[in-house]
């Protein structure tokens, strides 16, 4: 189970959402931001953002899956080398999907440049993170696209049907994806690869170091989302708020996203399991409506500047 404290977190990460978006009423043009849009935001604990809780001893293990079983950096290449095609066809039809299409492909893009640099402890526990994480992506969105919807996880249900409806802003859209790919799918991808090392190493300090990498990525993509997907994107335009905020965000998700891959790890019965999956699926699913929620916005204006400038690179 998530820790009391992560619990008690929940609201304060859901109660943050908020601050990014407009108003809340649909089919209207984004408004301008509160001349004080700091006031009545509920913070997570610190200790939940900045990562300081210890992670819980479990045990390390040999690493079991398929996918990138050698670790090895042609890994992530294999994940770009899919990624940037379908970036190039979403744009190229405009649609509402290629919002995170390109902000995953700036993340990977992101991820390889910092493996290979030597940021990361366990280079070869990154590469199968990545390379398991973006797989469920695109076994996901091509089962959306082929119509075979059955059993497709409730957060993505609305983040996909989202796209296709073309109600959203962009930045919903890619809060919505983000939601459904982190809080989600990622406390599987990291059961999977391991959360401890087969010598008892924890791989919870490569897990917190990439929080620092994620904050650089926010101004530079949410620009390269103006630019060419919804000159919206960055409207709030009150300094690095935006950022800042998108930041606190992630890292309260990736926080809690740890915490129940822990509580995936440590399950010993079935039901157990199950409790923890209900309460990963339920979490997700709850962001998400929430994000629908604050993010309707009227299309005409960004599918125009689209056909325009999507396909800039």
Known sequence: MVLPSIRAALGGVVALVAVLSPSPSAHAD???PDPDPVRGIVLPPLDLVNGLLPPLPVPGADYAGDLCR???????DEV???????LERLAASCSHSAVFSLAYLRVTENVRDAVRSGYFEDAQWLNRVDTIFAELYFDVTSRWESGRRTGIPAAWRIALQAEDDQKMSGLGNFLLAM????N???????????????????HRADHLRYNKRLDSLYAPVFAEEARRFDPTFDDIDVGTLEETVAG???????????????????ARTPLQLRLVQTEIETYAATQALLIRQFFT?????????????????
Not at 179 to 182: L, P, R, T, V
């Open 70 to 76: 050698s670790g090895g950096d042609e890994c992530i």
């Open 248 to 266: 606190v965000i992630m890292r309260g998700w990736r926080e809690i996203v740890w915490r129940n891959a822990e509580a995936l790890a440590l």
């Open 297 to 313: 916005a009227r299309p005409e204006r960004r599918n125009a500047w689209c056909a325009e400038h999507g396909l800039e690179g």
């Open 80 to 86: 770009i080398a899919r990624m940037e095609p379908r």
């Open 30 to 32: 984004p408004v301008p």
């Open 179 to 182: 939601n459904a790919h982190i």
């Open 184 to 202: 989600r799918d990622f406390p599987y991808v990291l059961a999977e690869a391991g959360l401890t090392a087969p010598d008892g190493t924890s």
